[in-house]
């Protein structure tokens, strides 16, 4: 800690001393720096804005989970259809909700994910008429092609959790892993 003499400038006060030209200077420079740190903490306030969590996010993501909690509930009785639609579109709405819709619908009409965003469809698609076993196996497909750029990321995060992630940290479990690390996530 520095400490503060009495000629010295206090850099929290409220306007300049006249006493002497130094230490007007030295006000003057504390001032700058001050405000050069205020500018910086509001640049960076900026950039951090867009990972701010709304209410829209949160409600979207709570619509996901629930999404992906129906589609479990729906295989595990046998497919069932009706558990498996409301599934598919509580996450499809709530991928909207999180990422936006505009975002999600650049997301499903990119060029690269043609594949992956019919074969969803499809597989959504065949769900509704009443074939759930070939709907799910095609929407998993889709799934899978749609977001394998995300892979890499969830194996990071993975091998951080506490109690499973000495499993992702084992050999043959990482060099599995390191082949898709590296690639770019699509969003």
């Known amino acids: 800690m520095a400490a503060v003499f009495a000629g010295d400038a206090a850099p929290f006060q409220d306007g300049p001393r006249r006493a002497n030209s130094d230490n007007v200077t030295t006000t003057q420079g504390t001032n700058l720096a ?58 499809l709405s709530g991928l909207g909700l999180t990422i936006g819709l505009k975002s999600t619908m650049q997301f499903f009409t990119k060029p690269k994910n043609y594949k992956g965003t019919i074969s969803f469809g499809a597989g959504f698609f065949l769900v509704l ?14 799934f899978i092609v749609l977001f394998s750029g995300f892979w ?24 599995f892993l390191d082949r898709y ?6 969003v």
């Not at 950039?47 to 509930?73: C, H, Q, R, Y």
């Not at 008429?129 to 889709?142: N, R, T």
């Not at 690390?181 to 699509?186: E, F, H, I, L, N």
């Open 129 to 142: 008429i009443g074939w759930p076993f070939f709907g799910m196996l095609l929407e998993a497909y889709g």
């Open 34 to 91: 001050n405000a050069c740190v205020l500018v910086s903490a509001v640049s960076l306030q900026d950039k951090m804005v867009s990972f701010e969590m709304n209410d829209l996010k949160k409600i979207g993501l709570g619509l996901t989970g629930f999404g992906i909690f129906f589609s479990f509930l729906g295989i595990v009785f046998f497919f069932d259809k009706g558990l498996i639609a409301m599934g598919n579109i509580l996450f």
């Open 181 to 186: 690390r590296g690639k770019r996530v699509p």
């Open 152 to 175: 890499p990321t969830l194996a990071v995060f993975l091998q951080r959790i506490p109690i499973i992630g000495w499993i992702f940290q084992q050999p043959f479990v990482t060099s």
